[in-house]
């Protein structure tokens, strides 16, 4: 069975940083799009970022230039760095990985991810 394991969230004040850390277990990580998403309260989930097997990366609008994806295929482990935190990016963070075979195309959808981590909160305040 596929598990993912967030860590490294918590509260920073706006502009701090936080680096959000995503292990995956009973499966090797290599093949997999790993994506990450968040869902604030009152909204629906929504795409943040996402990084291929070549490490090829894919960001929203909202976080570009702020957040950025890697990977550590020995460790199985992802990593979603966020720098420039501003208020609006409190939310639960989810990771998530697909089955091994998806296209690029598909990486902004949720459905396109077949496996969850159970979130982890960040929180931006001052």
């Known amino acids: 069975q596929v598990q993912l394991v967030e860590s490294g969230g918590g509260q920073v004040q706006p502009g701090g940083s936080l680096r959000l850390s995503c292990e995956i277990s009973?499966?090797?990580?290599?093949?997999?799009?790993m994506g990450w998403f968040r869902q604030a309260p009152g909204r629906e989930r929504e795409f943040v970022a996402c990084i291929r097997r070549d490490r090829a990366t894919s960001y929203s609008d909202s976080v570009k230039g702020r957040f950025a994806a890697s990977r550590d295929n020995a460790k199985n482990t992802v990593y979603l760095q966020m720098d420039t935190l501003k208020p609006e990016d409190t939310a639960v963070y989810y990771c998530?990985?697909?089955?091994?075979?998806?296209?690029?195309?598909?990486?902004?959808?949720?459905?396109?991810?077949?496996?969850w981590g159970q979130g982890i909160q960040v929180t931006v305040s001052s």
């Open positions: 998530a990985a697909d089955a091994g075979s998806s296209i690029w195309s598909a990486r902004y959808d949720a459905s396109t991810y077949k496996f």
């Open positions: 009973g499966h090797t990580l290599p093949n997999r799009l």
